[in-house]
């Protein structure tokens, strides 16, 4: 058998897919070195985003079985075929459950009684967050992101009044920090917050909006599109496109157009995306929640004519190709951009 350079081969295995890396970690043990590396997965992912983060999108959707008293989750994954596959199933406690945005391909959700999972679909791992102290009081709500600057996911918690909770994966384990914040920086209960670009944002209860660096772990605030200013708030939505802050503007009467702005956090201000127009039918249940490199299309998820679908909006001709998903019939679910990684959450 010919020698082959370990550098040639760390080059060909970043550039599988996570399924195919999974089987060659039994082959010998340079390869499962190689794969477990943090380095390695961080290449590996860094490498999958470029090539396949327009491609892939992963569907969330929750089971309830009131027979048995237990709550199903189930994630999909649609690529340029526009085929469902099965990609990860999992009991979990009976509740209702929120399902954050996949980050960095990890997908974290949370339960009405408290109780917060974050999962890893491809290596089919999960870990729950551990009950610390008092946390079995009810929170607001969740958030879910990746420090860039430490290398680790942190999970942020909302209670009230002005208190949040930081959790850490630090080698398999979670550690806490607990804040008490200004009142200025008040979260709105009206949406999680929404991470971007090594940020946490949400709605103030001024009419702004703050940014919470999770590396620093520092508190900023943001003044929305003038615009903006005297629109109500709670036809105002905070998306995350391709890695930016975004800001929907639901506000319009006749409930058929959309607003999209982008916060440019280098300048400091918002430059308007685009407007979303329907001609006939109301698009105000509509989120934008993925958009192509090119910034020519947006993916959209939402209620039109009384069904929940996918579709995709042509910002330059104005028009809607809806996305016939094949291998899933629910019209209630949850959906994001999604790309495969090898970060192991659980054992």
Known sequence: MAFIPSPIIYNILSKLPVKSLARFKSLN??????????????????????????????????????????TKIHFFTIKDNEHAM?????????????????????????????????????????????????????FQSCGFGFDGINGTYKVIKFFDPH?????????????????TYSP??????????????????????SPSIVSFDIGKETFETISLPQSALNKDKYKLYLVELKGELCMVDLDFEDKKRVDIWIFKSNEEHWVKLGTIVHRSEPIDTTR????????????????????????????????????????????????????????????
């Open 184 to 205: 200025c920086f008040g979260f709105q209960h009206h949406q999680p917050p929404v991470f971007a670009n090594g940020f946490f944002y949400w709605f103030s209860i």
């Open 288 to 347: 934008p929640v993925g958009i192509k490199a090119n910034k020519k299309e947006i993916l959209l998820h939402g209620f039109i004519k009384g069904l929940g679908h996918l579709s995709c909006y042509n910002m330059e001709t104005g028009k809607f190709r809806p996305i016939n998903i094949k291998g899933f019939t629910s019209h209630y679910f949850h959906v994001s951009q999604h790309v495969e990684t090898l970060f192991q959450v659980g054992d």
């Open 86 to 138: 099965i990609e990860y199933s999992m009991p979990v406690s009976f509740d209702t459950y929120h399902i954050l945005p996949s980050c960095n391909g990890l997908i974290c959700f949370y339960g009405l009684h408290g109780s917060v999972h974050v999962c890893n679909p491809t290596t089919k791992t999960i870990v729950n967050l551990p009950n610390i102290d008092d946390d079995l009081q009810r």
């Open 163 to 179: 208190k949040i909770e930081i959790f850490t994966m630090v080698n398999g384990s979670w550690n806490k920090i607990r804040y």
């Open 29 to 70: 043990k340079l390869y499962c070195s190689f794969i477990n590396d943090p380095h390695f997965i961080n290449a590996h992912f860094k490498n999958h985003s470029v090539v396949h983060g327009d491609l892939c999108l992963i569907l969330s959707w929750i089971e309830h079985q009131n027979l048995n008293n237990t």
